[in-house]
């Protein structure tokens, strides 16, 4: 007997104006997102996108004055939902959580094919979705707005998903970033791997950074990716 393996569904795809190529596909009841063809993410791993959320949410209880009485976050990078799903969880009502997304397919898809996985998240009274660059939407907000950023843009500094999110990593946007969170706030970073330069720029910024080690998988046993924790001084 011959044994084939399941296909890859190709379920959508989309072309940037910079030519960046996504794909969404599904294979053996996963969803999977490809960059250029290659496998950006997928609905298997997910332990350290939740954790994104566990980092700074948790964090935020434990502040000074515990959890604010309406929290309100920023999430860079929507992806496949799970971070923004465990933020919801985590932070309960009321709350305000944003969600910087650049590329307007990959909102639609969270809307479609990804319900399954996640529910409708979108739909959610304390989600809303902002459809930009996350350099534009934080220049133009004031200082102490948010209690806690959760950054998930690019696999570290040194290996970016589009040319033009360097900014996001300059001096004067951390400084920035400083200001748009409150004296208790945080921001946290997901990272594909440990970046110490980076982490010495935050450090010399202003910043105290605690680095979390992460699994990819809950069933991993390497920890492969890293979770940063960054609080004013």
């Given at each position: 007997?011959?044994?084939?393996?399941?296909?890859?569904?190709?379920?959508?795809?989309?072309t940037?104006?910079?030519?960046?190529h996504?794909?969404?596909?599904?294979?053996?009841?996963?969803?999977?997102?490809?960059?250029?063809?290659?496998?950006?993410?997928?609905?298997?791993?997910?332990?350290?996108?939740?954790?994104?959320?566990?980092?700074?949410?948790?964090?935020?209880?434990?502040?000074?004055?515990?959890?604010?009485?309406?929290?309100?976050?920023?999430?860079?990078?929507?992806?496949?939902?799970?971070?923004?799903?465990?933020t919801?969880?985590?932070l309960?009502?009321?709350?305000?959580?944003?969600?910087?997304?650049?590329?307007?397919?990959?909102?639609?898809?969270?809307?479609?094919?990804?319900?399954?996985?996640?529910?409708?998240?979108?739909?959610?009274?304390?989600?809303?979705?902002?459809?930009?660059?996350?350099?534009?939407?934080i220049?133009?907000q004031?200082?102490?707005?948010?209690?806690?950023?959760?950054?998930?843009?690019?696999?570290?500094?040194?290996?970016?998903?589009?040319?033009?999110?360097?900014?996001?990593?300059?001096?004067?946007?951390?400084?920035?970033?400083?200001?748009?969170?409150?004296?208790?706030?945080?921001?946290?970073?997901?990272?594909?791997?440990?970046?110490?330069k980076?982490?010495?720029?935050?450090?010399?910024?202003?910043?105290?950074?605690?680095?979390?080690?992460?699994?990819?998988?809950?069933?991993?046993?390497?920890?492969?990716?890293?979770?940063?924790?960054?609080?004013?001084?």
């Amino acid at each position: 007997m011959v044994s084939r393996m399941k296909p890859y569904l190709k379920l959508a795809e989309s072309t940037m104006p910079d030519g960046t190529h996504y794909s969404l596909h599904k294979h053996d009841g996963k969803i999977y997102l490809k960059y250029n063809g290659f496998e950006l993410m997928s609905t298997s791993l997910t332990y350290s996108e939740q954790m994104l959320a566990d980092v700074a949410c948790v964090a935020l209880k434990k502040g000074q004055n515990s959890r604010p009485s309406h929290p309100r976050v920023l999430i860079g990078g929507l992806g496949l939902g799970f971070t923004l799903k465990r933020t919801l969880e985590l932070l309960g009502s009321p709350a305000t959580v944003e969600v910087a997304e650049l590329m307007p397919p990959l909102i639609e898809w969270n809307r479609t094919f990804l319900v399954e996985h996640n529910g409708p998240l979108l739909d959610d009274p304390r989600t809303k979705i902002i459809q930009g660059d996350l350099y534009d939407i934080i220049s133009k907000q004031k200082k102490g707005h948010y209690d806690a950023l959760l950054l998930d843009i690019d696999n570290t500094p040194d290996d970016l998903i589009t040319a033009g999110n360097s900014r996001l990593y300059s001096a004067g946007f951390l400084d920035k970033l400083r200001q748009v969170i409150t004296p208790q706030g945080c921001i946290a970073y997901w990272l594909s791997e440990p970046a110490p330069k980076f982490k010495k720029l935050l450090m010399k910024s202003g910043f105290q950074v605690t680095e979390h080690p992460s699994k990819p998988h809950e069933k991993s046993k390497q920890m492969r990716h890293c979770i940063l924790h960054v609080k004013r001084r």
